[in-house]
C-alpha cells in the first residue's frame, strides 16, 4: 500500500470564544483520516459539520485543538502540522499542499495573469525568463478557465464572483503540488466551466496527488470522487 | 539563487528582550526568529510595546536584557549590542534599512530626490556622479517615483512620494533585513494600496527580510507572512499571520481581531 | 594711517617704548599661551582634526581674526619675522591692524615680502611665492566645521568625524552638480587630510588649495569664536575632494596681471574709473610687487 500523503490521527477543532464569557463551540472530534496518492477524498454532510474546517486545519489556517496531522513532505519526511513552526508550515505550502478557499484575497493593483502566475515566481522573482515561463503558462490556465484575453492586465477586484473563482483556481493549481485541498471550487461556476476544473481535479490526481474536496453538487462529487467521507461522523457530541 | 526558506541559519535572532522605563515594563522576553524572504508583522495598539521592540532591535536602542543577533554577510552571527558604534551604524547603513512612519525623519527634506537615493552609495565609497545619478534613477523608477523629479527635494513632494522616496533611499545598498515602523499611517486609502503593493513587490523580489510594525490588521494580512501579538509589552501570540487573523487563540487577538470593522 | 606704498623694505624692530609695556609679550599671558600651544601640539599629531580650544577675550571682536592672532600669539617669538595678508594684501585695514598689535605688543620685525617672513598669518588667501621649511602659515577661520551647513548639530558632526562618515559632503558636491552642472564651490573647498580628516581650508579661493598639499611650511588654523584650532604639518597629503568623472580645477583667468604680467596668479578684478573700467591685477601684492621689482628674474 502506498504511503499516505495525509494523515489525520484524532484530530478535534473547538473554538474557545474568550469574550463571549469563554463560551466553546465543538466542531470536530476524534478525526482519523487518511489520503493516499491518487485518491480524492470528499468530504460529505450538511453545512456546519466542520468540512471547511477540516481543510482549514490541514492548510494550518485554522489550529486543532488535538490530535496530529502529517503530511508527507519526501519519501523519508513528514510534517505534522499541528506542531510545526511558522517556517515550516510556510515551506509546506510552498512545496506540498495547494488550497482553493471559497473566497479569492484579493490583492490590489496585481493583473490576474500576475496573480495567477506567481506561484511559479517564487524562488526567482526578478529573473526575467521565468517570469516570462511563468505568464506563459498562466495565460494557458486562464484560457482553459475561458477568461477572456482583455481581463489579464487587469487586476481581478471588478471581475464576477465566477472569474474571480476560475482565478483563485488557477492561482492555486498552476504549481503542481502532492496535496490538493479543494473548498467549493465549482461553486459559482457554469457547467462548462465546471466541466474544465473536474478535469483538471482528476488530471491532478492521475499524477498521483492527494485531493481533499468539498463539491455541492453531486455531478462533480460523482466525477472526482474516489473515497467518500461522512464528516458527521467526526460531529462533536459535545 | 536557492530557495530563501531553505537557508538553514536565521538571518535575525532575538532572545529575551526587555526593556523597562523607570516601573512601566514597555518590553517582557520578546523573542523570534527571522529567516531571509520572511515578512514578519508587530501588531499591537498603542502601548503595546511594538515600537519599543522595533527599536531594541534596530539597535536604536539598548535594551536592559536580551539579546539581538544578526548574521553578517561572512555567515558569522554578531551581537548587535555589542558591536561598536561605528560598525552598528555602518549596519545601518548598509546591511539594514528603516522606514520611519514619518518620512521626514528618514530623509533629508531639503536636498534633491537623488541625492538622498545616492547617499548610501557615496557612504560606500561610490565617487563616479553618472553612475550615481543612473543608480539613483533607476530606483526612483522602481518606487514609481517620476525621474524628472530627481533634482527636486521631497519638501515638494506628497506624503506618499516621500514614503516611496525613503524607500528607495533605504533599498539603494541592497539591505537583507529591513524594519518598517508603521509605514502608511498617514497616508490616503489610495495612495496607502499603491505603496504597499510597492512593498509587497519588493519584499518579494529582493528577498528582503522585515519586522513590519503596524496596528492595521490588513496591512498585516497583506504583507506579512509571519505575525506577533503584543499587549503590554509581552508578545501573547505568534504564528502564520493567516492563522493569527481567521483562529486567533489569545483573548487579546480575538479582541483585536474582531475589532476591526469591516469595510 | 596712509596706505603704505607696495614694496615696503624690512622695518626695523620697533622700540621699547612704542610697546604696550603693561601687557605681557604678544598680548596673551604664558598660561594661555600654553594651553594653546597644547592645543596645537594636539592638531599637529591629528592633522584636519579639530581640536577645541579656551579661546581668549581679544581686543577685536569675533569675526576680525581673533582666532588666527590667538595662534600667532601663542608661537610668536621676538625672533620671528611677521608677516600678515589680507585677501593677500598687506595694506588692508584687516592686516595693518593686526600686524600693528603685534607690532605693539611683541615688538617683533614686520615684513611685507613673503620669503622674509618666518611666521605669516593670512585671511582667505595662501601667498603665490612658496613657502619652505621653517615658516608658518596661520589662517584665520570664521567655520571650521566643513559640514556645518549640511549638519548643523555638532553632536553629530562629531561623531561623523570620529567614525570618518563623510558620505553627507559627497552628498553637497552631487546637489551642487545637479543643480549647477559643476561643483560650485568656490572658496572655502573642503579637503580631506591625510586620508583622513575632512577639513575646511578656511574661506581661500579653490584656487589656493593645491598649495595646501605637501606644503613644506607648517600650516595652523584658528577660529576664536567657534574656539576650533587645527593643524596641516608640513608634507602633508590633502586632497580636494571631487568625483571621478568632475575632477577638481582651479579657477582660470583670459587676463593677465596689468601690472606685472602674471598668468599664473589669482587675479582681483578692480574697476578703476568712473567709466567701469576693469583692470585684472595680482590679489598678492607681494608677489606682484617681486615681479615687477626683477621681472629678468622671472619671479613666480
Given amino acids: ?238 | 539563487m536557492p530557495p530563501a526558506t531553505s537557508s538553514p541559519q536565521p538571518l535575525l535572532r532575538v532572545q529575551q528582550l526587555s526593556k523597562r522605563y523607570g516601573a512601566l515594563t514597555a518590553l517582557q522576553d520578546a523573542s523570534f526568529e527571522l529567516w531571509p524572504g520572511e515578512v514578519l508583522a508587530v501588531v499591537g495598539e498603542s502601548g503595546s510595546g511594538k515600537s519599543t521592540l522595533l527599536n531594541t532591535v534596530a539597535a536604536q536602542m539598548r535594551p536592559d536584557s536580551g539579546c539581538v543577533e544578526f548574521r553578517l554577510r561572512d555567515g558569522s552571527l554578531a551581537d548587535v549590542h555589542a558591536l561598536s558604534a561605528a560598525r552598528q551604524r555602518l549596519l545601518a547603513r548598509t546591511d539594514w534599512g528603516f522606514v520611519h512612519q514619518n518620512p521626514a525623519d528618514g530623509l533629508r527634506m531639503d536636498v534633491s530626490a537623488g541625492a538622498n537615493v545616492g547617499e548610501r552609495l557615496m557612504g560606500l565609497g561610490w565617487r563616479h556622479y553618472g553612475q550615481l545619478r543612473a543608480a539613483a534613477l533607476d530606483w526612483l523608477q522602481r518606487v514609481e517615483i517620476d525621474a524628472d523629479r530627481i533634482d527636486d527635494a521631497p519638501r515638494v513632494f506628497s506624503g506618499g512620494m516621500r514614503q516611496r522616496l525613503q524607500i528607495a533611499r533605504n533599498l539603494v545598498s541592497s539591505p537583507r533585513l529591513l524594519f518598517m515602523d508603521e509605514p502608511t499611517s498617514g497616508l490616503d486609502v489610495s495612495v496607502q494600496a499603491r505603496l504597499l503593493d510597492l512593498l509587497r513587490r519588493l519584499t518579494h523580489e529582493l528577498q528582503l527580510a522585515v519586522v513590519i510594525v503596524t496596528h492595521d490588521l490588513a496591512v498585516a494580512r497583506l504583507l506579512a507572512q509571519r505575525m506577533v501579538v503584543m499587549q503590554r509589552g509581552r508578545i501573547v501570540e505568534s504564528g502564520l499571520t493567516d492563522q493569527l487573523l481567521d483562529d486567533p487563540q489569545h483573548p487579546y487577538t480575538q479582541l483585536l481581531v474582531s475589532s476591526v470593522l469591516p469595510p | 594711517m596712509n596706505a603704505p606704498t607696495l614694496g615696503t623694505v624690512l622695518h626695523a624692530p620697533t622700540s621699547a617704548s612704542e610697546t604696550a609695556a603693561s601687557v605681557n609679550f604678544a598680548y596673551l599671558d604664558e598660561r594661555s599661551k600654553r594651553m594653546i600651544r597644547r592645543a596645537l601640539l594636539k592638531a599637529v599629531a591629528i592633522p584636519g582634526y579639530q581640536v577645541p580650544f579656551g579661546s581668549r577675550e581679544m581686543p577685536l571682536p569675533y569675526g576680525w581674526g581673533t582666532g588666527g592672532i590667538q595662534v600667532t600669539a601663542a608661537v610668536i617669538g621676538p625672533n620671528d619675522t611677521l608677516k600678515v595678508i589680507d585677501q593677500g594684501s598687506d595694506d588692508t585695514v584687516n592686516a595693518v591692524n593686526i600686524r600693528r598689535f603685534f607690532q605693539r605688543t611683541a615688538g617683533v620685525p614686520i615684513t611685507t615680502q613673503t620669503r622674509a617672513a618666518t611666521l605669516i598669518q593670512t585671511r582667505h588667501r595662501i601667498p603665490e611665492t612658496p613657502l619652505r621649511e621653517g615658516q608658518i602659515l596661520v589662517y584665520q577661520v570664521p567655520v571650521p566645521e566643513p559640514l556645518q551647513r549640511l549638519e548643523p548639530r555638532e553632536t553629530e558632526t562629531r561623531t561623523l568625524h570620529a567614525l570618518a562618515e563623510y558620505g553627507l559632503m559627497h552628498v553637497k558636491l552631487y546637489e551642487d552638480i545637479a543643480r549647477h552642472g559643476h561643483i560650485a564651490t568656490t572658496y572655502d573647498y573642503p579637503v580631506m587630510v591625510n586620508d583622513r580628516y575632512l577639513m575646511s581650508p578656511s574661506p581661500i579661493p579653490k584656487f589656493d588649495n593645491p598649495k595646501l598639499h605637501l606644503n613644506p611650511a607648517l600650516q595652523l588654523f584658528g577660529a576664536g569664536r567657534e574656539k576650533r584650532i587645527y593643524a596641516v604639518p608640513p608634507y602633508t597629503k590633502v586632497e580636494s575632494l571631487s568625483f571621478d568623472d568632475h575632477p577638481f580645477e582651479v579657477q582660470r583667468w583670459e587676463a593677465t596681471c596689468a601690472l606685472c604680467g602674471a598668468t599664473d596668479s589669482f587675479l582681483d578684478e578692480v574697476i578703476i574709473d568712473d567709466q567701469g573700467t576693469r583692470q585684472h591685477t595680482c590679489s598678492d601684492s607681494d608677489h606682484c610687487q617681486q615681479r615687477r621689482d626683477a621681472p629678468s628674474a622671472g619671479a613666480a
Fill in chain 1, 1 to 238: 500500500m502506498k504511503p499516505a500523503l495525509l494523515s489525520l490521527n484524532g484530530v478535534a477543532k473547538r473554538f474557545t470564544l474568550h469574550h463571549q464569557h469563554g463560551t466553546e463551540l465543538p466542531v470536530l472530534e476524534g478525526v482519523d483520516l487518511q489520503a493516499r496518492a491518487g485518491e480524492c477524498l470528499v468530504l460529505e454532510g450538511p453545512s456546519g459539520m466542520g468540512k471547511s474546517t477540516l481543510l482549514k486545519l490541514v492548510y494550518a489556517n485554522y489550529r486543532a485543538s488535538a490530535g496530529r496531522i502529517e503530511v508527507r513532505t519526501g519519501s523519508d519526511s513528514t510534517l505534522d502540522v499541528t506542531q510545526a513552526s511558522a517556517r515550516e508550515l510556510l515551506q509546506l505550502r510552498r512545496d506540498t499542499v495547494s488550497y482553493v478557499s471559497q473566497f479569492l484575497r484579493l490583492i490590489p493593483r496585481v493583473p490576474a495573469i500576475d496573480v495567477v502566475a506567481e506561484a511559479l515566481r517564487q524562488d526567482h522573482a526578478t529573473d526575467p525568463d521565468v517570469a516570462a515561463a511563468a505568464r506563459a503558462e498562466a495565460a494557458r490556465w486562464l484560457q482553459r478557465l475561458r477568461i477572456p484575453e482583455r481581463l489579464w492586465a487587469l487586476p481581478p477586484a471588478t471581475f464576477s464572483g465566477g472569474e474571480q473563482q476560475r482565478i483563485n483556481i488557477a492561482r492555486n493549481l498552476i504549481k503542481p503540488r502532492p496535496l490538493l485541498l479543494l473548498d467549493e471550487p465549482t461553486a459559482s461556476l457554469d457547467p462548462a466551466n465546471t466541466r474544465t476544473v473536474v478535469e483538471l481535479i482528476q488530471e491532478a490526481v492521475a499524477r498521483g496527488a492527494a485531493v481533499l474536496g468539498i463539491f455541492h453538487d453531486p455531478e462533480v462529487r460523482a466525477a472526482v470522487a474516489t473515497h467518500r467521507i461522512d464528516m458527521t461522523r467526526f460531529r462533536s457530541t459535545a
